[in-house]
């Protein structure tokens, strides 16, 4: 048996339907494919989208708080939020303006913000958090130590209220600009990939790059 | 005379100032150079963060309404919103987790959405939204009919209200953990192309790829 997505109203997808996945694994490779999230809370009553790192453990999305850090700590304890991660996977170019469209995957999570501030879970959060931005990291680096732990905010979200959106393959164009054919259609996709590593500048020269790093694959 | 930012108590950059940037030159370059934004506002008093299409015509930012058409039109009209364009260059894997960081531009916009109706400002703001997703598609394509423009909603959100930052260059990293040497430090580069154009299954095969595709470049 598969596991579904919970219905809610706000996670109900009403435009391009077709489009809309029901299944938890989806939601799951979305997320676990990402590097970014963006971060939405009210702040003074506006709306802010902050750009963040993240990681998953189970049913539970942690995100690194450090550029949240005060505008959750100025909102109140159990804050509602809205994460977002989303790929872009190519443009759509229809026959029709009205028509162009992209190829993405996103995942929109609603919740409220629970600070993590149990030592264990804490330790849990920055390891999945870390895995996610650079796997291989958390073995290789130094850990953080106490100084660092109280200085890094993260904020935990359950993943009970979700929606996962996903559009492949080509225009949709009506059948008439389809006849005429006066207009070139097909995707144009974006691709994503590492660089070759640059160490860093105070690094020894005999300082080899580590397989975590040089064999990164894109997504992890 | 080079023109600045405005600043506000929420556009002030708190965290990791040396990354704010307040040259407008710098908030246009960071928005010229995406192709999605993440649009945060209010829904039913929860946050929202949609990703969708977007352009801009000097001071004003248009965004596509598609995705977050519902939710603007249920919220009251000149509804406050957040908009968030982020590019993630790379990772910056430091000796120390606490140090890993990340490589990235960003611009984050308040403002009061704008529903546009103007029939005038609307074509515009259709043409530098195809322009970012799309350039060279607003004169190859079919433009929107009648039905087409009334079943699309844009809105303008002016860029008055704006932070940009930017983070670039290798980890900073504590003296004690570059001497100790023990653990790789650098930076792992995330490049974007495009990948070859794939014409829908239902394009006669005569159709050459026009140049705009063929010959996209990244960033636009």
């Known amino acids: 048996m598969t596991r579904q997505l919970s219905t809610t109203d706000r996670t109900t997808i009403r435009r391009g339907s077709a489009k809309a996945r029901t299944e938890r694994s989806d939601l799951y490779a979305t997320l676990d494919a990402g590097l ?69 995957r996103s995942a929109m999570i ?47 979200v359950d993943l009970a209220e979700a929606a996962v959106k996903i559009r492949t393959g080509g225009p949709q164009d009506d059948v008439e600009d389809v006849a005429a054919g006066t207009a070139w259609a097909g995707v144009l996709p974006l691709r994503t990939r590492w660089g070759a590593p640059e160490p860093a500048a105070d690094l020894s020269a005999e300082f080899e790059v580590p397989p975590h790093v040089s064999e990164r694959k894109y997504p992890a």
Do not use: M
């Open 36 to 104: 970014i999230c963006h971060l939405g809370l009210l702040v003074d009553g506006s709306p802010r989208v902050l750009p963040t790192g993240y990681g998953r453990s189970g049913d539970t999305l942690y995100v690194h708080g450090s550029t949240g850090a005060r505008s959750l700590r100025e909102a109140a304890e159990s804050v509602e939020v809205c994460v977002t991660v989303t790929h872009l996977d190519g443009i759509v170019y229809a026959r029709s303006l009205f028509h162009h469209s992209a190829n993405f």
């Open 110 to 156: 609603h919740g409220r913000a629970r600070d993590v501030v149990d030592a264990d879970e804490k330790w849990l959060a920055l390891r999945v958090i870390t895995d996610q931005l650079a796997p291989g990291s958390w073995q290789h680096s130094r850990q953080p130590n106490k100084r660092e732990l109280a200085a890094t905010a993260v904020i935990a």
